[in-house]
Structures are given as structure tokens and as C-alpha cells.
């Protein structure tokens, strides 16, 4: 695993920080589609929703491994495996996502009331979508925030010669 996580031959999908905020960018939009259709499955009982699903696990598999990928593994790899450097950005990495992830279970937690004390939606009818939905984003919102954490790798250049510092 520690050799998959980093082989370099997918570098140049994330050797950019724009390159690597796209691929989340991307992950984020699959990652929404498939919870809508989820819901839309799961609310609607439309089965042909079920093939969209399907279209949309292979992209999304593909930027799953981008980011795994720019990430080297910090959230996918045994403990033992990562060093005093990695094993302080992945706490790093959640903490952040935890702190996101309150705010959003936050917001979702307003939003169902507010639309349950308005009258305009019940809380009930609500409650199945946003918990999917708030679920779906706690899973992931580590591998996004990691994503969109990684520094661009150091260029190497020429070696300094003796007399030059």
C-alpha cells in the first residue's frame, strides 16, 4: 500500500495546487451528484436513477485516487507507516475536518428547523436527505480538506559547488 500511495506516475494530475483544488473541486461535484441521486432514489423511486449512479462511481473513484494519491496516503496508511511529519499533518488534517463538519451539521440542523417552523417543509420529510447528505460529507471531508492541504513538492535544482551557500 505504501508503494502504491507513492508511485509518481499520476503526478502530473495534482503536481499544481490548482491542479489538486481542481481534482477536490471534482470530487466534491461527484460526490454531491451521487448523494442527490441517492436521495432521488431513495425519495423518488425512480429506478433508472440507479444507472446515473453508476456513471457517476467510476469519475468518482478516479478522483478519490488523485487525491489519495497528493496526499501520499496521509489518511489511507497504518500508523506505522507515517512519520512524526505526516502523523502531525494527518491530526492536522482532522481537526480541520472536524471543526467543518460541526459547522455544517450546525447549519443543517438550523435549516431543518427553520423549514419545519415555517411550515413550508416537515422536519421528518427532511430528516433521511440531510443526515445522507451530512454523513456523506463527514466521511470525506478529511480527504477533501487533505487535498486541498498538500504543498507543492520542492523543485530540485542544480546542487550548490563548493564556495557557494
Do not use: K
Not at 450546525?106 to 435549516?111: K, L, R, T
Not at 480538506?145 to 535544482?157: H, K
Amino acid at each position: 500500500m505504501f508503494r502504491l500511495m507513492n508511485n509518481r506516475e499520476g503526478a502530473p494530475l495534482y503536481a499544481t495546487a490548482a491542479r489538486r483544488r481542481t481534482a477536490v473541486a471534482v470530487h466534491i461535484t461527484l460526490t454531491a451528484a451521487a448523494v442527490a441521486t441517492g436521495i432521488g432514489m431513495y425519495a423518488g423511486g425512480q429506478p433508472w436513477l440507479a444507472y446515473t449512479l453508476l456513471a457517476l462511481i467510476l469519475p468518482w473513484c478516479v478522483a478519490t485516487g488523485v487525491i489519495n494519491a497528493a496526499t501520499r496516503g496521509l489518511l489511507e496508511l497504518r500508523t506505522h507507516v507515517l512519520d512524526e511529519r505526516q502523523l502531525a499533518e494527518r491530526d492536522r488534517v482532522h481537526a480541520r475536518a472536524h471543526r467543518l463538519t460541526t459547522c455544517l451539521l450546525g447549519c443543517a440542523v438550523i435549516g431543518v428547523a427553520a423549514s419545519d417552523l415555517t411550515g413550508r417543509v416537515a422536519a421528518g420529510t427532511l430528516l433521511v436527505p440531510v443526515i445522507a447528505a451530512v454523513f456523506v460529507a463527514h466521511w470525506l471531508m478529511p480527504l477533501w480538506v487533505a487535498g486541498l492541504a498538500v504543498r507543492d513538492e520542492p523543485v530540485e535544482g542544480p546542487e550548490p559547488g563548493p564556495g557557494t551557500a
